[in-house]
């Protein structure tokens, strides 16, 4: 009987020293890196596990500043004017999401921390890496590059000249469409699978319809 309680109290003393060491492995394993990003975290297209949070920012902003350096040719009425991507301050507009990353499977208990971290490495988590452009300073920049390209509209006139009634002709105008210009230029320079490559973009132009023509005078006689 005694010897029996002997082997009792073994086992259950070895396990105690099972499950504090297992404990102790899980500790281990979720808080060995506890400074830095675990695995699995992708922001964007980069894998961001195993960095610091600091790590982590300087890969994704010098990744946004080699956009920067990027070239944008618009075309407008056969030419082609070239801006930098940098012209319109492209800025990462979301960097919260690393101080999200970091934060994971750093809360809770040590086999809650545990089970996040196998999770994250199973199953992956992506944050999206949002970029952004100062709109009101590209819309100003193009508006003063293509103002030139504008022509008034002249709508048809008449007078009296010398006795006779002269009809002046009238002009159709041009004007250029900086909004929808500033929207297909964004949907490209803010598409995820953009990846810094130059592109073209075509500045719209619309064409200013006179109100009177020629032909609206055309009941007039030449002689009053």
Do not use: H
Request: aromatic share 10%; glycine share 6%; charged share 25%.
């Amino acid at each position: 009987m005694k010897t029996r309680k002997i082997i009792i109290s073994l086992i259950a003393t070895v396990f105690v020293i099972c499950l504090g060491f297992t404990g102790y492995v899980y500790a281990a394993t979720v808080t060995a890196d506890d400074n830095t990003i675990c695995n699995g975290v992708t922001i964007g297209q980069f894998d961001v596990s195993g960095l610091t949070k600091d790590e982590a920012l300087n890969k994704i902003n010098d990744y946004v500043n080699s956009l920067a350096n990027s070239n944008i040719n618009f075309t407008v009425q056969g030419d082609t004017v070239t801006y930098k991507v940098s012209d319109f301050e492209l800025t990462w507009s979301n960097p919260e999401t690393v101080d999200e990353a970091y934060d994971l499977c750093k809360k809770g208990n040590v086999l809650e921390r545990y089970k996040s971290t196998k999770d994250i490495e199973s199953k992956g988590q992506k944050y999206d890496l949002n970029l952004t452009v100062n709109e009101e300073l590209l819309k100003e920049t193009l508006d003063k590059a293509f103002a030139a390209y504008e022509k008034n509209m002249v709508n048809a006139s008449i007078k009296k000249v010398s006795g006779q009634f002269v009809v002046t002709d009238s002009e159709e105008g041009l004007g250029i469409d900086i909004d929808t210009t500033t929207s297909n230029l964004l949907s490209q320079l803010l598409d995820p699978s953009w990846s810094g490559n130059d592109f073209n973009v075509d500045v719209i132009t619309e064409v200013i319809k006179p109100k009177y023509t020629k032909d609206a005078f055309a009941s007039f006689s030449s002689t009053p």
